[in-house]
């Protein structure tokens, strides 16, 4: 087959060309993280967590909502390894799914997020590190007694903002 022929296949192959995903990007603002631990004897932990909180927007204006993502973690002693998946809030009525997944050694996230736009269904998969600036404060009763609190450790971190160019695909 010569050149002439193969090109004169192009104008046929041109309406099948499948059209690239949009650019989109996905912005976690308002990013809360905090943990605390307390002891009640020196041999005790009486009461632990960890506990993430932030809102996640779309750039593609297909997607005008904000999705509400939070989670406590009970792990050990970063609380969060990045190994479950939690579901994030959506408005009621919207087709969409929005799910991360969070570890606190590095303050790693990834983020999937679903969405309908004429007629497809795309899905943004992306992942980052946010640069939390946290502040840990430790706690010890030196006179402690039995009944009294022995030990508390607590994480506070800066409010951040993490920016994520997802991958995204799409089906029919």
């Known amino acids: 087959m010569r050149a002439s022929q193969i090109l004169s296949f192009f104008p046929i192959l041109a ?6 995903p949009p650019l989109t990007t ?10 605390n631990k307390i002891y009640s004897t020196p041999a005790h932990l009486a ?15 297909a997607v005008s909502y904000v999705a509400h993502c939070s989670a406590r ?3 050990l002693n970063d609380f969060f390894y990045g190994e479950l998946v939690y579901n994030c809030e959506v408005p009621d009525g919207v087709q969409s799914v929005t799910n ?12 999937n997020q679903t969405w309908v736009e004429d007629g497809k269904t795309y899905l943004a998969m992306g992942a980052g590190k946010a640069d939390l600036n946290c502040e840990r404060t430790e706690w010890t009763n030196d006179d402690w007694e039995m009944g009294q609190i022995y030990y508390t450790e607590n994480v506070e971190c800066e409010t951040g903002s993490l920016t994520i160019v997802p991958n995204v695909t799409w089906s029919c």
């Open 15 to 20: 309406p099948l060309t499948l059209a690239a």
């Open 47 to 61: 009461t632990y967590g960890g506990y993430i909180d932030f809102n996640v927007s779309n750039s593609n204006p």
């Open 100 to 111: 991360f997944t969070y570890s606190t050694p590095g303050y790693r996230f990834t983020v």
């Open 26 to 35: 996905l912005t976690l603002s308002d990013i809360n993280y905090s943990s």
């Open 73 to 75: 973690g009970l792990h």
